[in-house]
């Protein structure tokens, strides 16, 4: 059973930073692409960040974070990162994490991130 777990989420002040977690059981986690989406209230679901699989060499971004956002991952410990920096009210949103096996996708619980002063 797939199962993804983020954690990392806070309420930060503008110009701040940080990371999000996403622990993933049940599968071979480095056969996988991993995703960052996030959904902020009254909005649709959007793709943030998108990591290959193996090594993770190949990234994509949304252009909304570019240069602010990372993602990583880390084989042996079956998880992928988000490092956020230089956040910005419209981050806002619950950050979900995302893997899609053959044609179906598992999510995770979602974590929320809160940017205010």
């Known amino acids: 059973q797939v199962q993804l777990v983020e954690s990392g989420g806070d309420l930060v002040q503008p110009g701040g930073s940080l990371r999000l977690s996403c622990a993933a059981s049940g599968i071979i986690f480095s056969f996988y692409y991993m995703h960052w989406y996030r959904q902020a209230p009254g909005n649709q679901r959007e793709l943030v960040a998108r990591i290959s699989s193996g090594s993770g060499t190949e990234t994509n971004y949304a252009d909304s974070v570019k240069g602010r956002f990372v993602i990583s991952r880390d084989n042996a410990k079956n998880t992928v990162y988000l490092q956020m920096n230089s956040l910005k009210s419209e981050d806002t949103a619950v950050y979900y994490c995302?893997?899609?096996?053959?044609?179906?996708?598992?999510w995770g619980q979602g974590t929320q991130v809160t940017v205010s002063s």
């Open positions: 995302n893997v899609e096996v053959g044609p179906r996708g598992y």
